[in-house]
Structures are given as structure tokens and as C-alpha cells.
């Protein structure tokens, strides 16, 4: 990102001295009780004339009272946040779908350019022209996008801030007048710069250029963004979701929008900005989630067993298996109808098999085609014979128990649980379908050391989750969505991919994610290759350099890891002004003989240091050292909260296992000993890829605290 010359403060001015900044007020002013008049009219609606039945009446009803909901003006959420002059008229085309009030840009009847407010929703006045128009409205688009040197017909961008939700400030850029020089915007570099507390936050008001090309980016094709940390991947994630349910509302809320997270706690970190951003309608989930509900996960796979079963080999094991269900038919099969008996020979009887089985259909419901294709070839010879049965007779010959019995000896019903339960249990038949695909050695690997006995006591590990899912997907197709975004997405394995891939076959996905925070032993190391298991092999790859979270003495730090971790990778550049703190301390006296005492000590005193700032403070240290650290905090006295729980003004301090501080930030982070979050993962790369992690989650100071001697890889 360039560094222009800063704009002039954007100075608080009184009223009476700026007299624009009154008339922006008043603006604000009028569209507020736009917005009011807005709701009481979506309030007083009365549905009983124009529906026919309840039905109708409760789905309207809920429609309405959504609407009401999204007509709420929040107090903390400025109604706008930016303002466009443009030089000529334009109109702004509304989106595909239904609802006049998000269009921008209406006629009237004025000579000179229009102007836009820009908000997070679109507010009418009484005759139905625009007070503020939806970021995501066509006309908003140069609000992001629009420069000096592309100023897309732009005569004015004013930016507006706010202080305690009063318009208190204002920045304009003449993108059309050559003379003005370029800027950059304090207005963003404070919005950057502020403190966090609580979940996550929409960036509406600042997407950046680039980001904003992504979030716009259509719905046909899916996206994949590889960015370092905090160059707001997730964000970007979210806005485009929010942007494609604007600009295809109907379409998406008929096949629906699912977010993918990494766990539970970083879902609930990111769950606000949607509904910040009007849309409540985006549906939540892990990978783990994502194929549960077939058998209840109760074990786990050491880490080589994992990776075989979430190699794609298992898929063409998994479908032979399906496969191998199918047995050529060694009878022929007589119907009897009446008086008269109907024979298929065998030769028939294969060749509507092997028809089926060339077609490569979904187990399933080549199942349910087979009875209906006997029945044919039956109702061929009743033909041939002078009868004229019509399909009610097909359907009852395909219903006739002698059909049935074929179809169940040569095409049985196959359970996907059980199926995966006999390769996992049965070497006999997994070296059958594995034949040429896994090696001997992996196949012992992946086998149970003890056969379970049935589905519901077998030790189910989420890899195994995950073949189940697929099995079901080879007897009967899984329902697509409309759109995915799949977050931290390096860390899947193949068949993860093709189970999140299945759920967004017919539609597009937003795939997201850093190579170098790959800490999955099946993390990938190539996005093309990962967007081919996901089924999205013809995806726009795009990178994400400008750093909005880390300073840039932390991230310089951390970066010291890149060569190791992900040789090639670009370090981020961050654009914060605040130099940030980053402080390395040595704690002399502990270790294993004299225990962590003089440690646990240092890191509650830097935990108190950090506190001592406005903002929130996590204290980061390995999975294994969290009980620990747990008791050193409440002996001290200092609350602490675990990741995913909401930080307040009051509860600042959250516990933080390395294993969960993927995708979380904090103001001030604490890390506690770099030397066992490396240790705490099976290999060495693996273990510098979460310390990482754990060196980028700061966004004002870092403190780092170890005994033992730093990782290599950091140069110490
Ligand atoms: N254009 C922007 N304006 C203001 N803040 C931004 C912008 N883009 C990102 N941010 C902020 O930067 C921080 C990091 O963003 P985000 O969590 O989306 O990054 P990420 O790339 O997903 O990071 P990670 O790889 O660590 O998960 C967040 O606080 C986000 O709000």
C-alpha cells in the first residue's frame, strides 16, 4: 500500500464554524427519521387482506417482522459513513432481485451530479428518493474503489467520523480536481487503529480497493484469497457474503449461504458481523459439523492414520467399495401377471445393470431406476405380445415381488456407516477396494488394531466422519448451497475439501486462508490443488499483502519464521501508523527442576502491564501449559475469560490454548513460552507454523516471556 501524505486532521469542529458539518447533521438528522417513519409504516402493516390462508399469513409476517428488525437504527452504527458527489447523473442499477428500496440513483429531476450517502442500509424519504444507499448498490461501488488516477466519474468522496455516535468529523477527496493531491485518509488509520473489545467488527466503512474487488467479485465463480495474518481474509469473507445476499437476494435465500470456521469459539467471534450488516440468514459451521450427525465422534486418529484417511485416494477406495455392492444378476426373472408369465433373461437383465452402472449415477438412485427398468423390459415383451399396458401396470410390475428380489440380491441397499465400519474393521475387504491405491503399510495403518462391533459403539474419529460423508454422497447426492465461505481453509485435508465441496457443487465458494498457518498434518501446501479437491479447480486465486492487524515490528518479527514455515510466502505489509510494542523477555531461574514459578510470575506481571492499556489482552501460551496458567491467573486474582466468550469493558483478559488463537486478535497479547507451543505439535514445522499463529494475534503490543531458549527460527 503506497504512504501518501497524510490528509489534515480531520479536526471536530463546532456548528457554528463549519457550517457543512451542520448540514451533513442535519442530513443525518432527516435520515434517521426517515428510517423511523420507514419502520412504523413496516409495523403497521396490516396482512389480513392480502393473504389467503395462515400459511401465507405467518410467512409474511415473519417476512415483515425481519424487516422491522433490519429497519432498527442501532445506535452505535452511524446510519452513513461516507458520501458521494458524482459529476454527471447515474444510475445506479438496482439488483437482481425484488426490492425497489435498495435501488440508487432515482431521477430528480436535477441538473448536476448526483450525490450519495453511503450506509449500511438503504433509508427513503416519503416520496421514495434515496436519504442513504446500501454499500453494496452499484452507485456505492467508487465510494471503495474510485482513486486519482480511475476517478470513475467521482467529483467528491467525503468520509465522515464519529465519536460516540455524533458526526463530529469530515474528510473529502476531489478524485477529479488534478490539482488536489493524493491523501491518505486519518480517518481509516484511526478506524485501524482502535482499540478492540468484543466480537468482531464489519469494515464496511474502510474495505480497502483490493478487498473490495473480492468482495464484489460475481457470484458465478469462486474466489480464493491467500493473505498473511490480518490482512482481513475474514473479513473480506464475510463482506462478500453480505455483498452476494444483496445483490442475489432471492436466488441465495432460496439455496442458502453457510460460513465454514475452524471451531466453535472462532465462530462466535465472527457471528456479529453479519447481522451488523442486516443479514441474519447465513448459516454456521465447522468441517466437524459439517458431516456429523451420521454417528457420534467419540475417538481420534493418531496423525498418520489421519492423513491417509483424508487423502483422496480414500474417495476412489470408498467408491469401489460402494461399487463392489453391485453383483451381475444369475437368474432370469419372471413376473406373472394373471395367467401369463413375463421372463427377462440373464443377458437382459446385465445389460440393465451394466447400463446403470456405465452411468455412473448415485448408488441410490440407480437402486431406484433398476426395478423401473426390469418393469420396462417386461412391458417390451407384453408388447411384442399384443397387450397395450399403460405405466400403471410398469409401476406395479417394477413393485412385483420377483422384481424386488432381483433388485435386492443384485443391487442392495448400502449404509455408509456400516460400510466405512468394515474397511476400517475387515482387512480382507479394504485391501479388496484399496488394491493399487494404499500401500500395505497404509492400510495397517488405518485399521482399527480392534474391529468394532457395531456403528454405535465404534470409536468414530472426525477423519472417519468425514469417509462417512463421502460414502452417503456416493448413494445419494448432498444438497448444494448456493454460496460457501470456507475460513482458515489450509488447514483441511482432501476429503475435507470434497465434503465441503459437495455442499456447494452447483453453487460458488469464498475460499480463504495462509499457506504459512497451515497446522493441520494434512495442511496444503497448494491452492490449485486444494481448489481441485473442492471442486472448484477453475477458481480466481487472488493475494491479500496490506496488514491491518500486526504491527509492523511484530510482524517483521514473526515473519523471521516465513523461510522455514513456507518458503516463498511474502511477508505482510502492515498499514499501521502506531509503531506498536514488541518486547522479548528472558526469565532466568525457571526450568524443569525448579518448576515455571518465575515464569508463571513474569507473565501475570505482563498480563497486568497489558491490562493496564485500553483494549482487550490475551494471554497465549501451549495447550499443555493452560491448566497451569489457569490456576497461576485465579491465584493472582485476575479474571480471565476463554476464547470465543465475549470481552466486555470489565473482562478484558482471555486464556488462550495456541491450538484455538487461529483467527482471534486481541489489543495486547501475552505469550507465554514460544519453546512448548512449539513442542505441543508433532514436528517441528508444524510447530513454528502455530507460534506463527501465536506472534499474530497482537494489535497494539506483544510480550513475549520464555526460560527455555528461543526457537532458531525466530534468529535468537
Ligand atoms: N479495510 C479494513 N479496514 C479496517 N480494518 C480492517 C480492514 N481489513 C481488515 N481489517 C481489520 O484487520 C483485522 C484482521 O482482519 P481479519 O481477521 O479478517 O484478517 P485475516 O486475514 O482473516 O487474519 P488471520 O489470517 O490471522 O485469520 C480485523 O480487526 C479487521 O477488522
Known amino acids: 500500500m503506497p504512504a501518501p501524505d497524510p490528509a489534515p486532521d480531520p479536526v471536530p ?17 432527516a435520515s434517521r427519521s426517515a428510517l423511523r417513519a420507514m419502520r412504523e409504516d413496516a409495523e403497521s402493516l396490516d396482512i389480513r387482506d392480502v393473504t389467503a390462508n395462515w400459511v401465507n399469513a405467518a410467512v409474511l409476517e415473519s417476512q415483515i417482522e425481519e424487516r422491522v428488525k433490519s429497519l432498527a437504527d442501532l445506535a452505535h452504527t452511524p446510519l452513513f459513513f461516507g458520501r458521494l458527489d458524482y459529476l454527471h447523473r447515474v444510475g445506479g442499477a438496482a439488483p437482481e432481485s425484488d426490492s425497489a428500496d435498495r435501488d440508487a440513483g432515482d431521477g430528480d429531476g436535477k441538473d448536476e451530479g448526483d450525490r450519495f450517502y453511503i450506509g449500511r442500509r438503504h433509508v427513503h424519504d416519503a416520496h421514495g428518493d434515496p436519504m442513504v444507499i446500501d454499500w453494496r448498490a452499484p452507485a456505492s461501488q467508487p465510494f471503495y474503489g474510485a482513486s486519482k488516477q480511475n476517478p470513475q466519474d467521482v467529483a467528491l468522496r467525503r468520509r465522515f467520523g464519529y465519536t460516540a455516535g455524533d458526526l463530529t468529523a469530515y474528510e473529502d477527496e476531489h478524485l477529479s480536481d488534478p490539482a488536489e493531491a493524493v491523501r491518505s485518509s486519518k480517518l481509516l488509520q484511526a478506524e485501524i487503529e482502535r482499540p478492540r473489545v468484543g466480537p468482531m467488527r464489519d469494515i464496511v466503512a474502510t ?10 467479485s460475481d457470484l458465478g465463480g469462486t474466489v480464493c484469497v491467500q493473505g498473511g495474518p490480518g490482512t482481513g481474509k475474514t473479513a473480506v469473507g464475510l463482506h462478500r457474503i453480505a455483498y452476494l445476499l444483496y445483490a442475489h437476494r432471492e436466488r441465495l435465500a432460496r439455496t442458502g449461504t453457510l460460513v465454514v470456521g475452524p471451531n466453535a469459539s472462532f465462530l462466535h467471534y465472527i457471528e456479529q458481523v453479519l447481522p451488523a450488516l442486516g443479514e441474519l440468514q447465513v448459516k454456521q459451521a465447522t468441517v466437524d459439523s459439517l458431516v456429523a450427525g451420521a454417528v457420534e465422534v467419540r475417538g481420534t486418529d493418531a496423525a498418520p492414520a489421519a492423513v491417509i484417511k483424508g487423502d483422496a485416494r480414500m474417495a476412489e477406495v470408498l467408491r469401489r467399495a460402494v461399487r463392489s455392492h453391485v453383483t451381475l444378476p444369475a437368474e432370469p426373472v419372471v413376473v406373472v401377471r394373471g395367467s401369463r408369465r413375463w421372463r427377462v433373461p440373464v443377458y437382459e437383465l446385465e445389460e440393465i445393470v451394466q447400463q446403470l452402472l456405465a452411468r455412473d449415477m448415485r448408488y441410490g438412485a440407480a ?54 465400519l468394515r474397511l476400517l474393521s475387515d482387512p480382507e475387504f479394504l485391501a479388496a477396494h484399496a488394491d493399487g491405491l494404499l500401500s500395505a503399510d497404509e492400510q495397517k495403518t488405518i485399521l482399527w488394531t480392534k474391529p468394532a462391533r457395531g456403528v454405535k459403539s465404534a470409536k468414530w474419529s472426525p477423519a472417519d466422519a468425514v469417509l462417512i460423508d463421502e460414502a452417503s454422497d456416493l448413494v445419494a447426492r448432498t444438497h448444494s448451497l448456493g454460496h460457501v465461505v470456507l475460513d482458515e481453509a489450509q488447514d483441511l485435508s482432501p476429503m475435507q475439501y470434497r465434503a465441503v465441496g459437495r455442499r456447494c457443487s452447483t453453487g460458488s465458494a469464498t475460499v480463504l486462508g495462509d499457506l504459512a498457518q497451515g497446522t493441520t498434518p494434512w495442511a496444503t501446501d497448494s491452492w490449485p490443488e486444494a481448489l481441485r479437491h473442492l471442486g472448484k479447480g477453475d477458481a480466481v486465486i487472488e493475494e491479500l499483502t496490506a496488514g491491518f492487524r500486526v504491527p509492523r515490528e511484530v510482524i517483521a518479527y514473526a515473519s523471521r519464521l516465513l523461510p522455514v514455515i513456507s518458503p516463498g510466502l511474502a511477508e505482510v505489509a502492515s498499514v499501521r501508523e502506531s509503531p506498536g510494542s514488541l518486547s522479548v523477555r528472558e526469565v532466568p531461574g525457571a526450568g524443569p527442576e525448579s518448576g515455571s514459578g518465575h515464569l508463571d510470575t513474569a507473565v501475570i506481571a505482563a498480563c497486568v502491564e497489558s491490562l493496564a492499556h485500553e483494549g482487550s489482552t490475551g494471554l497465549i501460551a501451549a495447550d499443555a501449559r493452560i491448566p497451569h496458567l489457569a490456576e497461576a491467573l485465579t491465584a493472582a486474582g485476575l479474571p480471565y475469560l476463554s476464547p470465543g466468550e465475549e470481552t466486555t469493558a470489565t473482562a478484558r483478559l482471555t486464556l488462550v490454548p495456541a491450538s484455538l488463537a487461529k483467527g482471534l486478535e486481541y489489543d495486547y497479547v501475552v505469550l507465554d513460552e514460544p519453546a512448548a507451543v512449539v513442542d505441543g505439535e508433532p514436528d517441528e514445522r508444524t510447530g513454528l507454523r502455530r507460534l506463527y499463529v501465536a506472534l499474530t494475534r497482537a494489535v497494539s503490543g506483544l510480550i513475549i516471556l520464555h526460560s527455555a531458549p528461543l526457537p532458531k527460527a525466530l534468529g535468537a
Do not use: C, F, T, Y
Open 13 to 29: 469542529v463546532p456548528d457554528a464554524v463549519d457550517p457543512l458539518l451542520a448540514q451533513e447533521r442535519a442530513h443525518l438528522g
Open 207 to 216: 474495505i480497502q480497493p483490493e478487498q473490495d474487488e473480492i468482495v464484489r
Open 367 to 420: 437402486r431406484e431406476a433398476l426395478p423401473q427398468r426390469i418393469a420396462h423390459a417386461v412391458l417390451v415383451r407384453m408388447e411384442e405380445a399384443g397387450e397395450a399396458p399403460d405405466d400403471r401396470v410398469q409401476n406395479a410390475v417394477a413393485r412385483d415381488a420377483a422384481v424386488k428380489a432381483v433388485v435386492k440380491a443384485v443391487w442392495p441397499p448400502v449404509d455408509p456407516s456400516k460400510l466405512v
